[in-house]
């Protein structure tokens, strides 16, 4: 099959963050099992990805233009539901991958050109979806987790089938040496708020944040 993942935000090496480190492991292991696979992210204007690509943009074919940094096609483009038709056209997707955020109007773009979708929920920042999931026709729904699946069965009535996140663990694994409590990201949305009132609940155990 042919598959195209797409973000309206950067991807690796431009972002590090968990959607973005999903897609790349999912891409590698979809290409070790004989898929195409190819990534279609926002330009972030800063670094050398961002001038390589305002300088090749220069000289022609700004259409193909993409780099192989992670592995695989990456498309980097300073608007990306604007370049979608385009890069549907030459890239011919079986089926469309799209991450967050805003992933029900890239939806919509996207069944406006006539290409089978997925939308792949991470979390349930609803007011960032760009759209209302129901109104899209003839679009699969998937989850990274059972909870998030249950979120949007209660709040839209759609159903999602659940992909958790890819790990590689022989990548993480090292020796141990536990010393404290980390969380990454304490983002108050992800449970942030909660880690601190367990910090300060429990003063005997170090926690790093």
């Known amino acids: ?22 897609t790349h492991e999912c891409a590698l292991e979809l290409m070790r099992r004989g898929h195409f696979v190819a990534v279609a992210a926002e330009l972030r ?11 090749l943009g220069k000289l022609g074919a700004k259409t193909r233009l993409h780099d192989r940094t992670m592995g695989y096609p990456t498309y ?18 079986d089926v469309v991958i799209v991450q967050p955020p805003r992933q029900i109007m890239v939806a919509e773009t ?15 920042d609803y007011p960032n979806l760009g759209g209302y999931p129901a109104s899209v026709p003839d679009v699969t729904f998937l989850a990274n987790s059972q909870f998030t699946a249950r979120a949007y069965k209660e709040r839209y009535g759609i159903s999602c089938d659940v992909v ?9 694994r090292v020796k141990r040496q536990p010393s404290n409590v980390t969380l990454v990201n304490p983002h108050f949305s992800k449970g942030g708020e909660l880690a601190l009132k367990l910090a300060a609940a429990c003063p005997d155990i170090p926690f790093s944040l």
């Open 45 to 55: 204007p800063q670094g050398f990805l961002a001038i390589r690509t305002r300088f």
């Open 164 to 172: 958790p996140p890819l790990l590689r663990a022989d990548q993480y």
């Open 110 to 124: 996207l069944r406006r050109i006539g290409v089978p979708v997925m939308v792949y929920f991470h979390d349930v």
């Open 76 to 93: 980097r483009r300073w608007h990306v539901c604007e370049a979608l038709a385009d890069l549907v056209a030459m890239i011919r997707p």
């Open 1 to 22: 099959m042919r598959l195209l993942f797409v973000s309206e935000v950067a991807h690796l090496p431009q972002k590090f963050g968990g959607v973005e480190s999903n």
